[in-house]
């Protein structure tokens, strides 16, 4: 079974136990955000974030162009799912937002998250 990207949106643990889910990213929420107005930075600052850590490839998105058209996901198909999840659920929303606004569309936030995850005997990164 083919493992499939994780993007972590978090900073702070709150679970029971460091570490995140293996193979998964970090990508910090305020990243994404201006810190003056505490609102998304522009789209073009926001796919060079998740470019840089592997959530997107590079020139993807085009302002004016039909953005499903010209997004890709880490896997270079435009359908590939990308995991967003947080300690919660609640900040990964930042990132599938960002997302979805770039065009992508085949991405799911974890909504048991860290919590859940991290509460389970599955493996751990440190």
Known sequence: ?????CLLVCQVRRGPRGGHIPGAVCLPRPALLDPDSNWYKPLEQQQQL?????????QQHQAGQDARKTTSISSGTT????????NGGVAA??????LHRLGHRNW????GSWNEYGASDLPVTV
Do not use: R, S, W
């Not at 998740?50 to 590079?58: I, S």
């Not at 799911?108 to 909504?111: K, N, P, Q």
């Open 1 to 5: 079974m083919a493992m499939v990207p």
């Open 50 to 58: 998740l470019q840089q850590v592997g959530a997107m490839f590079e």
């Open 79 to 86: 359908d590939q799912k990308v995991i967003l999840y947080c």
């Open 93 to 98: 929303c930042t990132a599938a937002l960002a």
């Open 108 to 111: 799911a936030v974890y909504d």
